[in-house]
Nanobody, 119 residues
Framework: VQLVESGGGSVQIGGSLKLSCAAS????????MAWYRQAPGKVRELVSTIASGGTTYYVDSMKGRFTTSRDNAKNTMSLEMYSLKADDTADYYCAACWDSSEMPPYKYWGQGTQVTVSS
């Protein structure tokens, strides 16, 4: 089982970036997926979730700026980020398959991809 994020990098304030998460070893079609992020010196925080049917949830500070989507056929998930702010600088993690015994409550995690937003 593996989740691999890609698409991170450096971008200017106000810019855009698209992250991708590729899953292998299991089918994401029956799993809720999520994006988390962790800024330097801070705890990991939820960014967005997407249910198996495509229903999305965004943390308030990301609403209107971030869009999460999934392609069950390709076993992938994406996060499109717009109007990026310096505060969006963090390592972004892909998570899959909600599991209440885990904290945060997802069974599988990627290794993360770094996003740096600067002027």
């Amino acid at each position: 089982v593996q989740l691999v994020e890609s698409g991170g990098g450096s971008v200017q304030i106000g810019g855009s970036l698209k992250l991708s998460c590729a899953a292998s070893g299991f089918a994401i079609s029956n799993c809720e997926m999520a994006w988390y992020r962790q800024a330097p010196g801070k705890v990991r925080e939820l960014v967005s979730t997407i249910a198996s049917g495509g229903t999305t949830y965004y943390v308030d500070s990301m609403k209107g700026r971030f869009t999460t989507s999934r392609d069950n056929a390709k076993n992938t998930m994406s996060l499109e980020m717009y109007s990026l702010k310096a505060d969006d600088t963090a390592d972004y993690y892909c998570a899959a398959c909600w599991d209440s015994s885990e904290m945060p409550p997802y069974k599988y995690w990627g290794q993360g991809t770094q996003v740096t937003v600067s002027s």
